[in-house]
């Protein structure tokens, strides 16, 4: 392992090309002429055949949700597939395919199993509760409800939505949005904090020569490391997320960093000749294709880049600034051999080098 250290007056332009799709910051760009749009209301399908019971939704909803209504569940999941709503509440008990029926349809079906389903059923029908919940439902509501209580649960329905479709779907670790607002959330406290960039070296040569499903298990192997190191080093105040392929984030403490990141690094290193052919594991490199030349070249081992960008060392605003530091720091960091870490050590000054 090796550590290094690289003044940071000579990092790229925030705008520079690369740095934006590095943390996947491309609505980061200043925005369009006129402001943002408005956002939309959420799409809400409510399916019971009891008008009154579809009058109090209503009311409690509306300016919250923009909704359609159909009067069971075969209606329902027409409804489903014209309107494509956001999310669903719909009775247990109705005519023809009954609610329970309805979620099963919807939770089996591959374009529409996230959708949040939520339960209306009658308070003593328990039987009711547990057959829905078992059908897929992600929540219930007793009749009669409190139409604020409603409101609280779809939304709170929504949100988990939104925050499971925006994990990556290998690893499961925070991706998009997450990792923007956990940069942008860190930023706005003030405290000096550590924004560590992972990248596996030699990847594409490994995914080239060994296949997709062995290069998605090391990617699920390093994202486990991450999470187990992070959580044994650092404990839950450490953020991981997975930007995309192999390129992971990490955010901690200043005083946090060193410790975990050299953790990181033994680790991987300890572990990572596992997912060789016991031949290769031996010789130390693989023999493929080099997609530049595409004549056969040697490959060492897969190795860790680190890249430290620690906020008490520039200027950083926004998360442009983070990923463009990163990315300065990546390009030093591939030029040195095996699992490295590569910190902006030089504090920041007002004047340019």
Known sequence: MQVGSAAPARRPCPRAPGCGTMFGLSQYALPPTGGPPMPQLPKLLIVDDNPSILLV?????????????????????????????????????????????????????????????????????????????????????????????????????????????????????PSGDLIRSELARRLEVGAPFAATYADLDHFKAFADYYGFLRASDVIR?????????????VGRSAFVGHIAGDDFLLTCTIEEADPLCRAIVEAFDAGIAAFYDPEDARAGFILANSRDTGQKKRYPLLSLSLC???????????????????????????RQPGSVIVTNAVPATDEPS
């Open 57 to 173: 939704v209503k009311a409690a909803l509306r300016g919250y949700f923009r909704f359609e209504t159909a009067p069971d569940g075969l209606r329902g999941w027409e409804m489903v597939q014209s309107f494509e709503p956001d999310i669903v509440l719909s009775d247990y008990s109705m005519p023809g395919m009954n609610g329970e029926e309805f979620c099963r349809k919807l939770k089996t079906d591959p374009a529409r199993h996230h959708l949040p389903f939520v339960m209306l059923t009658a308070l003593v029908d328990v039987d009711d509760i547990v057959r829905g919940l078992q059908a897929g439902a992600d929540d219930y509501m007793c009749k009669p409800f409190s139409p604020a209580e409603l409101r609280v649960r779809l939304q709170t329905q929504l949100r988990r939505r939104d925050h499971d479709l925006q994990a990556d779907p290998l690893t499961l670790l």
């Open 221 to 233: 192997h390093t994202a486990a490391l991450l999470q187990k190191t992070a959580l044994e080093t």
């Open 308 to 334: 430290v960008v620690r906020s008490d060392r520039e200027k950083l605003t926004t998360p442009y600034d983070i990923a463009a530091s990163a990315l300065w720091l990546k390009e030093r960091g591939k």
